[in-house]
């Protein structure tokens, strides 16, 4: 009889044992260009996550109606800030201007509102909301779709970076037009 409590007991211990939580981030962005003293400035002000994506782990949209968070796979740091700093990088990369940590007068500031930025039971991740950018008199709307390169986690956080990669080309874009439209008019 004590064999048989011993085993039930080890047993339920085994079952008490913690979790293990997987913790993500997105991936650093290489800075590969010098930016000259005279380039103009863009600040990247702090992003705005819709409130379902400020919890800790991660997003799957199972239906048209249904989202659940992930309780073990969590983001390393608050979404708002690695989406902020991501971008910041990658405009830095791809673009004329000099990105900046807080906004200086003459800066053109970029705002994001991020809607969407999950992955869905399809193998998709995706990405939606606007931007604005303050040379612009309106918000741009986005909506990316990239495909899962494998299943997971790891494939979902790497294409929502790349979903990011994306959207800064559109920004990039729109900063390349506000210029031309600039030098056009003045």
Known sequence: MKRVILAAVLTLA??????????????AVNQSRQVLAD??????APVQVASYLNGRGLVLQLSE???????????????????????????????????ELSARPGAVVLTVQL???????????????RYLLSSQAHS???????????????????????GLQQLSQQIAAGLKLADKTKRTDG
């Open 14 to 27: 085994g079952c008490a044992s913690p979790v293990a939580l997987n913790y993500y981030q997105l991936p």
């Open 39 to 44: 380039a103009p400035q863009l600040y990247v």
């Open 140 to 162: 741009q709307p986005f909506t990316i779709r990239v495909p899962l390169g494998a299943d997971g986690y790891p494939a979902l956080v790497a294409a929502l970076a790349a």
């Open 65 to 99: 109606v249904e989202l659940v968070m992930a309780r073990q796979h969590l983001w390393a740091e608050p979404l708002a800030a690695q989406v902020q700093r991501q971008l910041r990088d990658l405009l830095s990369n791809s673009t004329a201007y000099a990105t």
């Open 115 to 129: 809607e969407r930025f999950h992955g869905t039971a399809q193998g998709d991740a995706v990405l939606s909301g």
